[in-house]
T-cell receptor, first 115, second 112 residues
Framework: GAGVSQSPRYKVAKRGQDVALRCDPI?????LFWYQQALGQGPEFLTY????????KSGLPSDRFFAERPEGSVSTLKIQRTQQEDSAVYLC?????????????FGSGTRLTVV | AQSVTQLGSHVSVSEGALVLLRCNYS??????LFWYVQYPNQGLQLLLK??????LVKGINGFEAEFKKSETSFHLTKPSAHMSDAAEYFC??????????FGTGTRLQVTL
């Protein structure tokens, strides 16, 4: 597609509920990143895929967070047993290769509110 | 490891005035540097990037930035602010492993 698409745009979850956030990157982009942006803060790195391989998951805040990209295109970020501190905007970005030199295209994000 | 410091969480300028948003970085390897803009309830839009070559980089909407290695800086400027420039601006750096590290952002306000 022309850009990075994320769905849903907004998600309200009750505490303890599981959620799944979807990212559809630009076709052919090798690298895919997930970021978490708390209110009034800059985005914080969560995890990185090169094709279907998850090469870095050092930013995932707990084992309740899980990401996958099974066919090297669409990615899903899953959060189990959501907590209030998980409330944030979750941004997905993709890049043509893994060098960073082409820049990164971001989606509009999913705003997760845990009540 | 990489880090970014953006001086000034809020900057206010008059329409037509110079815009200067400050960014200093730390990186253990030659950095790639980026400026992104974020409008309310939207994702991040790339303004400009420095990878290699010319240290003065021109971007969209009349913005430019200069990479100064000796000062570890990558400040964003625009000669004349427009009301539509009001937004949140993020400086970011990438080094090894290509992941971006962002600053905390600067909110630009443009007044008449």
């Amino acid at each position: 597609g022309a850009g990075v698409s994320q769905s849903p745009r907004y998600k309200v979850a009750k505490r303890g509920q599981d959620v799944a956030l979807r990212c559809d990157p630009i076709s052919g982009h090798v690298s895919l990143f997930w970021y978490q942006q708390a209110l009034g803060q800059g985005p914080e790195f969560l995890t990185y895929f090169q094709n279907e391989a998850q090469l870095d998951k050092s930013g995932l805040p707990s084992d309740r967070f899980f990401a996958e990209r099974p066919e090297g295109s669409v990615s899903t970020l899953k959060i189990q047993r959501t907590q209030q501190e998980d409330s944030a905007v979750y941004l997905c970005a993709s890049s043509f290769d893994n060098s960073g030199s082409y820049g990164y295209t971001f989606g509009s994000g999913t705003r997760l509110t845990v009540v | 490891a990489q880090s970014v410091t953006q001086l000034g969480s809020h900057v206010s300028v008059s329409e037509g005035a110079l815009v200067l948003l400050r960014c200093n970085y730390s990186s253990s390897v030659p950095p790639y540097l980026f400026w992104y803009v974020q409008y309310p309830n939207q994702g991040l839009q790339l303004l400009l990037k420095y990878t290699t070559g010319a240290t003065l980089v021109k971007g969209i909407n009349g913005f430019e930035a200069e990479f100064k290695k000796s000062e570890t800086s990558f400040h964003l400027t625009k000669p004349s602010a427009h009301m539509s420039d009001a937004a949140e601006y993020f400086c970011a750096v990438t080094g090894t492993a290509s992941k971006l590290t962002f600053g905390t952002g600067t909110r630009l306000q443009v007044t008449l």
